[in-house]
């Protein structure tokens, strides 16, 4: 019973934003109180998943941490390595995003359409060569970072496989971008939570 409440009351919710996007778009005026109400509805999912990904982050740490003081250490000699191509290619991802979200803010669906395939072409072929630059770079990064010679192996073989993964980590952050630049904010949350390309 409180379940399915719960369920009326969120709907009821996600109807009022959808109303009040509506409204937006038609260049209407909307009150205070509605216009803080849309922004902490888009603004908690994206909060939670960022809680989310902190708390996996401990638990992958943990998990790491149970293999030994050598898997740990291995992990820690490219982590700033993964850091920064997984910046880059947020960044590129981002880009695409913030088109959409304008095309569809003023109506224009058509081009947001255009954007989104333009995007998905463009994040394939990127992320394959971020994959490729990364994976190459794994076999003498550990050294070039002053690893123990004990720890490389393990180290480039974590590189490797964070790299290959590369193209579905993007596309996976492409159409969760893209949910949230269509309102769709909740559905967001669950898919990246789940992700296991988290580092």
């Known amino acids: 019973m409180y379940g399915d409440i719960h369920l009326f009351s969120l709907y009821n919710h996600l ?6 996007t509506a409204q937006m778009r038609e260049n209407k005026k909307i009150e205070f109180k509605d216009q803080l109400k849309i922004v902490i509805l888009l603004s908690v999912p994206a909060i939670l998943e960022q ?19 050598k898997a740990t250490a291995a992990i820690g000699v490219v982590a700033s390595t993964t850091w920064l191509f997984g910046g880059i290619c947020t960044a590129a991802v981002l880009g695409f995003s913030v088109q959409v979200a304008q095309y569809l803010g003023a109506g224009k669906n058509k081009l947001a359409r255009q954007v989104v395939c333009q995007s998905i072409l463009f994040n394939i072929i ?17 050294k070039l970072l002053g690893a123990d010679p004990s720890i490389c192996r393990d180290a480039t073989l974590y590189l490797a ?25 909740l559905p967001v949350l669950p ?9």
């Not at 109807?15 to 009040?20: Q, V």
């Not at 496989?161 to 159409?175: T, Y």
């Not at 898919?191 to 580092?199: G, T």
């Open 51 to 69: 809680l989310v990904g902190t708390a996996m982050s401990y638990i992958d740490t943990a998990m790491v941490g149970s293999l030994g003081y």
């Open 191 to 199: 898919l990246n939570s789940a992700s296991p390309n988290r580092h």
């Open 15 to 20: 109807m009022n934003m959808m109303e009040i």
């Open 126 to 142: 990127f992320g394959l060569c971020m994959a490729l630059v990364v994976v190459a770079f794994s076999f003498y990064l550990p």
């Open 161 to 185: 496989i964070v790299g290959a993964f590369i193209p579905f980590n993007m596309m996976a952050m492409l159409h969760s971008g893209m949910l949230r630049c269509s309102g769709n904010v």
